[in-house]
């Protein structure tokens, strides 16, 4: 079934759905994936550049005719803590268990913006909620979200780098692997735009990071499907916000105390250095 075919099937459900007992998902028209960036601090600036594309983008009359297809541009995004393409696309094992294994400590692993039309992060477990139901068995995640009837954006945005940085940086087999798994498993009609994670304070991290997001880049290349990376991850992105105190949380003596999640403020820098190759990314995505 064509990517519009199951749009037209869905939006058929919904409706029925609604006229019963069923809580339908109010589906996004945009549906940004990631790791714990996405919950501390890139969901709410991911959304806001998403749904404001054509104010960002440099339009043109093809541009604006491909950006029909995503609707209202309503953009949602969800961040799993501690997960990569190998979480989601593997069956079981540990990295699947950063997905479905309920967080022993605080009982939620991920936080989403805009899913169900709330604006608002909430903080939810993954496979509690009927909106966030990627743990079926015998599934991979992937599988479970892009089920018939279940997820189905116009544009899926995928945007993980840390926490696979020394599998992709040290082993050309895995990188292979995840990207082979990712296309295999998200719906080839489906356009799709890897982005990796925005740049984080210390510099040894951010050199594994920057080799690590060559092999994966290079291996969507390779792969000439219908996801396109990008590689955000640049010396830009490093000189604007790697080292600077002031784009991470600090204590009370200004010392930086998570090194590792970029605020706000730095992810709208790495949005704003990206921003024309990102468009020409979603634009060729949309083709």
């Not at 959304?47 to 009359?61: G, S």
């Not at 699947?96 to 022993?104: E, L, N, P, T, Y």
């Not at 991920?110 to 079926?136: L, T």
């Not at 998570?258 to 709208?268: E, F, G, Q, T």
């Amino acid at each position: 079934m064509t990517h519009m075919g199951r749009s037209i099937l869905r939006t058929a459900l919904v409706a029925i759905l609604s006229l019963g007992s069923v809580p339908a998902l109010a589906q996004p028209d945009i549906l940004v994936l990631g790791d714990s960036q996405i919950s501390f601090g890139a969901g709410k600036e991911y959304t806001r550049f998403f749904q404001d594309l054509p104010q960002r983008c440099n339009m043109t009359a093809e541009r604006t005719r491909l950006l029909e297809k995503l609707g209202a541009r309503q953009t949602a995004a969800i961040g799993v803590r501690s997960t990569s393409l190998q979480s989601w696309t593997s069956v079981s094992g540990p990295t699947r268990g950063a997905i479905c294994d309920v967080d022993k400590k605080f009982g939620v692993n991920a936080g989403a913006y805009g899913i169900d039309g709330n604006p608002d992060r909430v903080f939810i477990q993954i496979g509690k909620g009927s909106s966030y139901q990627f743990c079926k068995p015998k599934q991979t995640a992937f599988e479970a979200m892009f089920a018939e009837n279940y997820y189905d954006p116009g544009l899926l945005v995928l945007t993980f780098l840390g926490n696979s940085a020394d599998r992709w940086a040290n082993s050309p087999e895995a990188v292979a692997q995840d990207v082979s798994k990712t296309l295999e498993q998200v719906p080839k009609d489906m356009p799709c735009v890897f982005i990796s994670s925005a740049p984080v304070y210390l510099k040894k991290t951010n050199d594994k990071r920057m080799k690590a997001q060559t092999a994966i880049a290079r291996a969507f290349e390779r792969a000439d499907a219908q996801c396109i990376a990008v590689e955000g991850f640049n010396a830009k992105t490093r000189a604007a916000i790697e080292g600077k105190p002031k784009y991470f949380r600090r204590n009370e003596a200004g010392r930086v105390k998570d090194p590792h999640h970029p605020s706000p403020a730095a992810i709208r820098q790495f949005l704003k250095i990206n921003t024309v190759d990102f468009c020409d990314a979603i634009f060729e995505a949309l083709k």
